[in-house]
DNA sequence: AAAAATATTTAGATTTGCCTAAAAATAAAT
DNA sequence: ATTTATTTTTAGGCAAATCTAAATATTTTT
């Protein structure tokens, strides 16, 4: 039996081993969770215990096979309430994460796949972040950061950075959402904010903030 | 903050309130709740301190208004999740319990009315047990058991007095399910047990056991 | 009304998950 | 290569929720 709050560990050591591609650190888990490097030292033996981690004191952590798998399949279920939550109920993107979080850790037969069937298979959530599938694979993206994007190139918003509720409501309201198409018109040397062209119409000004949290695809067209 | 075993346990203490009609007793909610009455005695001094129920040791518990508003509102959460699993994610009547049992802890503002509306306003879960509005109201309908019925009479399935999965499964098998029409042939003296027609086609034999589980609404007709 | 049976509570432990403070190991800086 | 700083672990405690065993109330039986 895992506890929920042992998936929470390996949900974020996965988040974190996706990211820096060496041993996880006892810190960074413990920012990443608000909890004190001590309160990881302690679950990390009993991870270690389960065998969900390869754990040598001072050295950081892996994710077993076993881990892994525990904590893909966290993710695709956190997903996939994200679409029920938005597509079914209603809710906006910003709202749906907390919620999520909870609905994640319902256990039992086929509760997933008869959701993801409901759902019609979706492979994004709301963010534009892909689900895994029951195998826990999923497809890469080939996307950039705003930040990237050469003056006069175009590309479809299709996922964030950053996942905070201010960032994403901000967002909303500017009609940034998944599948806008933006052309960069113009990168400010000053402070590296950018001046877009929205559909084709409507221009409107971003800070770096912004363009660093946001993901596109370039149209090849 | 009311952890999810207290509200289980209000939850408890709320149903066997409602059919006997005196103070719950320890031992009942042990027994329901599976566990020992030692721990009941534990939980209930702290329900106590949180003003959740009326608590005189040895004299048993009621339930304050505090604490029959969270028993009401995790009942209508729980039967809400129910109507969804079986309506939408197509499980069967006799799967869902331990389902719902999870689903109902989710806590988020608006989650359940928004679930409510995209399920259009049920009255009654798959079970026909009824379900509480936001108010925590519920209509009372006038069923009977069909152990109960005299011969002769009709009636329409409404509910069921067992829910474990076996009784569920088999009513299933049988066809007996919510809305089917029975007409009382004959109880015969020796068992209880009762031949019926179904449909005005089908005709059944049921055991006692069956009848003393099975609610029906009589037909004035 | 006293004895026996049953129900309930208290006492003492255990597990999980967290905390703070102190100790130990590793990394960085001089 | 020491010293200093940072990171990580250990030690000791705490609260929630459970358990078993023992003590205490209450109810039932005689």
Redesign the pocket.
């Known amino acids: 039996m895992i506890?929920?709050?042992?998936e929470n560990?390996l949900k974020a050591i996965f988040k974190i081993a996706e990211k820096e591609n060496r041993a996880v650190?006892?810190?960074?888990i413990?920012v990443l969770m608000?909890?004190?490097?001590?309160?990881?030292?302690?679950?990390?033996?009993?991870l270690s215990d389960k065998n969900l981690i390869a754990?040598e004191?001072?050295?950081?952590v892996q994710l077993t096979e076993a881990g892994k798998q525990v904590a893909t399949e966290l993710i695709r279920r956190h997903r996939l309430w994200e679409v029920f939550l938005v597509e079914k109920l209603g809710f906006s993107w910003d709202e749906v994460h907390d919620l999520a979080e909870q609905l994640e850790h319902v256990q039992g037969p086929s509760l997933i796949e008869r959701l993801d069937a409901f759902l019609d298979y979706p492979r994004y959530d709301p963010h534009g972040d892909p689900i895994p599938d029951a195998d826990g694979l999923w497809v890469f993206r080939a996307q950039i950061l705003l930040s990237d994007l050469k003056t006069g190139q175009r590309g479809v918003i299709t996922g964030v950075q950053e996942h905070s509720s201010a960032f994403l409501q901000y967002l909303a309201q500017m009609g940034l959402t998944l599948g806008a198409v933006l052309e960069l018109l113009e990168r400010i040397d000053y402070d590296q904010s950018v001046r877009v062209r929205m559909y084709d119409t409507r221009e409107l000004m971003l800070s770096e903030k912004v363009c660093k949290n946001l993901f596109l695809m370039i149209e090849n067209a």
Chains 1, 2 share one sequence.
């Open positions: 506890s929920q709050a042992e560990y650190s006892t810190n960074a413990a608000q909890t004190t490097p001590a309160s990881v030292s302690d679950m990390l033996r009993r754990y004191k001072y050295r950081g």
